[in-house]
């Protein structure tokens, strides 16, 4: 480059903001047990969407909290009746639909499950045959009443919104970063939440966690436009004994950990509380009925990798998805 050209190139970068100053401000905070961050486009002073956005999560999470004594989901299952806030009620409505649609792969009320193998707490172990049998008789919607405007719970059962609270968080703040004019890029932990267009109007990167090696990405999508990513995965949380790999996700109905031959199951979709459900519910089905069902349905696109590393990506995606490895298309 001659030092005339050099010169332009440096003036235009100084003139256009753009030397070494990002266009964008971010933010990361910790709610729902995990790391989240926010970046925002288009605004000089972000304080106040962050602000928003932190409060918005923080709301969720008083209200779907299995951990928060006062949270209305710890309530309900203590037993309590329940007046539900607005999101409840969604949440509620959402889940259940979502787990007639799966088939009751995504169950809302799968906590004395998770309970049992020791996921709330981290106290792992294998239960007896008996205890799994009996906490299958208390699991599934028809459990869950709605009576004079309040919600309880019978028989015992108990609800856990862990495999959708953070796809609906994030739809739920995608609405409020559109609402004070910005574009963004929302991660909370494994759920990516792309809101509108990059100033520069370049397409928003997100990678897919490669499950074999969890600090790594296997894979990368290119969107444009808003779009719910979210990946489940049997490497995000597990324990082993005895060899075996008993992972955080569970088969509704047996009462095991998932064990379908998937590593992992990434969803996009416009709506982060079907992506993150979806997510969920289609590694418990595995590679063949998730196939199978993405064919009946319009709402979603996947990606689905299997233990022997197979990548599978439905077609919808396929321009948008780069990878270094073989990958097979599923087509309609
Ligand atoms: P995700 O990481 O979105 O796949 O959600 C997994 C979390 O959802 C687990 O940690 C449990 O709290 C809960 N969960 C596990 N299995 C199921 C299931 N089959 N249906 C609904 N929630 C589940
Ligand atoms: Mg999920």
Redesign the pocket.
Known sequence: MTKRLLALVLAFLLLTGCAGRPDWQETEFFAMDTVMKLRLYGTEEPTEVFGTVIRGISALENVLSVTKEESSVARLNRGEAVTPSEDLRILLEKSIALSERTDG????T?YPL?KLWG?TTGEYRVPEETEVQNALKIIGSQYISFENDMISLKNGTQL?F???A?GYAAEVCAKMIREAGCSGILTLG?NIQTVGEKPDGSDWRVGITDPEQPDESIAALSLQGSHAV?T?GGY??YFEENGVRYS?????ATGYP?QTGLSSVTIVADSGFLA?GL???L??MGLEAATEFWRDSDDFEMVLITQEGEIHVSEGLSSRFSCEKEYQVIEK
């Open positions: 792969c995504l169950d809302p799968i998770v996921f856990d862990g495999a959708v953070k494994g979210v489940s995000q949380r955080h996700i569970i088969d509704p998932a993150d997510s969920t519910a590694y418990v």
